[in-house]
């Protein structure tokens, strides 16, 4: 009897496997998000708060998933070659992102890789003017095209549902993002460069 159990245990567990394998054959290896919200203030308010891995913890919604964080920088504080690590508890995982691009007021590119998963990940954020101020466009985008098996398979299947889990976190982050350079100082006369 157990053995009939077992067996039976066994044959639908290689179903259920080979099931998931034939259905991530059809997935799609890359998964793409984005999400926009006009921020009322220039450029450059934003662009201090997303070139610096510092600020950008003050209104990031990852950084809210474990207040005891480990978090460490390395290279300058800003700009291409910034580097931020972290690692937290379940929710917030481990990983480490980085600066690969940066266009003063205009557009950033990050680097990110997550602990344990395999394939190539990255966000942009893209500055550009808008009636009242400035459109700010944060993109994610993630290919598990030459990752391992099983990375492939979780990836492609997160991928489906990546909108629903990451969107309203970046819809969240932006407005923080979009509260804090609001009311960021505005420059004054004598701030401006001179001609």
Do not use: C
């Not at 077992?6 to 290689?14: A, N, R």
């Not at 891995?53 to 207040?67: G, I, V």
């Amino acid at each position: 009897m157990m053995t009939r159990v077992l067996k039976i245990l066994g044959i639908t567990l290689v179903g259920l496997v080979a099931l998931i394998g034939i259905v991530s054959a059809f997935l799609s290896p890359k998964s793409h998000l984005e999400r926009s919200i006009v921020v009322n203030a220039p450029a450059s308010a934003v662009f201090e708060q997303i070139n610096a891995f510092k600020n950008f913890n003050t209104w990031s919604p990852f950084a809210e998933l474990d207040p005891n964080m480990k978090i460490t920088y390395e290279g300058p504080e800003s700009g291409v070659g910034a580097k931020m690590n972290w690692a937290g508890n379940s929710d917030a995982g481990e990983g480490s992102q980085w600066i690969i691009e940066s266009v003063q007021d205009k557009h950033i590119k990050i680097g990110l890789q997550f602990g344990g998963y395999d394939g190539t990940y990255s966000g942009e954020f893209n500055l550009e003017p808008a009636e009242g101020g400035t459109k700010v466009t944060w993109t994610y985008d993630g290919d598990v095209s030459n990752a391992g098996m099983l990375s492939s398979v979780m990836g492609k299947f997160m991928g489906m549902f990546m909108d629903g889990m990451l969107g309203p976190m970046y819809e969240k982050g932006l407005g923080k993002l979009k509260s804090i350079s609001e009311s960021a100082p505005k420059p004054t006369q004598s701030d401006q460069p001179s001609k």
